[in-house]
Every structure is written in structure tokens, then in C-alpha cells.
């Protein structure tokens, strides 16, 4: 039984333990299984990859959401100030995340932010045309991306090939 399933059980029966399925027994009893199965992994004598996974999946929920955050203030901010801090452009940004659900996940986080929005991916699957708000370098509005958004999805959702 891998490490997902077992999880997936121990959240079950600390629900069914507590006497419901809400939101609340179910996160916790996620929470307690993991923290289980981290302390038990010793004892199975391989190590699995589904704790590095797990982090590697609320690192990039977490990260996002401050992207977001900070992204939609910029916005805000320069639309109420009379000056106008835009620079819009059309970049196209080179591809490291090679699987199907990352470059989708990746393009997808993308036009979620405030300030970007994600146009096209080339047919080799190896540059992504972005419309960016705020592009005065846009270098840096690249180097910015894939340090953050696309690094998070990589690690997430291919593991380690950096």
C-alpha cells in the first residue's frame, strides 16, 4: 500500500473516529496521518518521496496565494493612482517544465495573477507567449516567473529534476 493510500485511510478512520465527515476532521486526520507515517517511515526502510511531494504541493498553494496577493496590490495600486504605472508587452518566456499537467498547471497559475496572462505555447512545447502588464524588463519579468511560479510547479508536480 503506497504512503498516499495509507494517508488517505488514517484520515478516514480519525474522521470516523471523531464521528463525521466535515472539513475540519478530515484536514486534521490528513494532518495526523502524515505526521504519522513521517515518524513510522524509519521503520519501512525506504524513504518515500510523498513527504518531499506533500511540501513541495503546500509550498506552491502557499507561494501562489502571496503572488496573488501581491500581484492584485500592484494592480490596484496602479489603477487608483493618477499616474499609470503599466508597461504592457507581449514576452514570450522559455519552457523548463516538460509534462503536460505542469506546463497546463503553469500557464493556468499564470493567467490566475492579476497583471499577466498567458497567451500561447509554442507547438514544441518550449516557449510560453505571455501578456504582461508590468513589463519593463522583460527579462526580469521572466527570470521572475520561472524562479517562482514555474520552479514551484516543477518541483510539485515532477519532482526533483533540478
Known amino acids: 500500500m503506497n504512503t498516499l493510500v495509507s494517508n488517505i485511510v488514517l484520515a478516514i478512520v480519525w474522521a470516523l473516529f471523531f464521528g463525521g465527515f466535515t472539513w475540519l476532521t478530515v484536514l486534521s486526520g490528513l494532518a495526523v496521518g502524515y505526521a504519522i507515517l513521517w515518524l513510522l517511515q524509519p521503520l519501512k526502510g525506504a524513504s518515500s518521496s510523498y513527504f518531499k511531494r506533500v511540501w513541495y504541493w503546500l509550498r506552491l498553494i502557499v507561494m501562489f496565494h502571496y ?96
Do not use: Y
Not at 505555447?121 to 520561472?146: E, G, N
Open 67 to 162: 503572488e496573488l496577493l501581491a500581484s492584485s496590490l500592484q494592480v490596484l495600486w496602479d489603477i487608483f493612482t493618477p499616474r499609470h504605472l503599466s508597461n504592457p508587452a507581449i514576452i514570450e518566456m522559455p519552457l523548463d517544465v516538460k509534462t503536460d499537467a505542469g506546463i497546463l498547471l503553469v500557464t493556468n497559475l499564470i493567467s490566475l495573477t492579476p497583471g499577466t496572462l498567458s497567451i500561447d505555447v509554442s507547438d514544441d512545447r518550449q516557449t510560453l507567449k505571455l501578456h504582461v502588464m508590468f513589463a519593463d524588463d522583460p527579462d526580469a519579468v521572466c527570470k521572475q516567473i520561472k524562479g517562482g511560479i514555474e520552479r514551484w510547479v516543477i518541483d510539485a508536480v515532477e519532482g526533483d529534476t533540478a
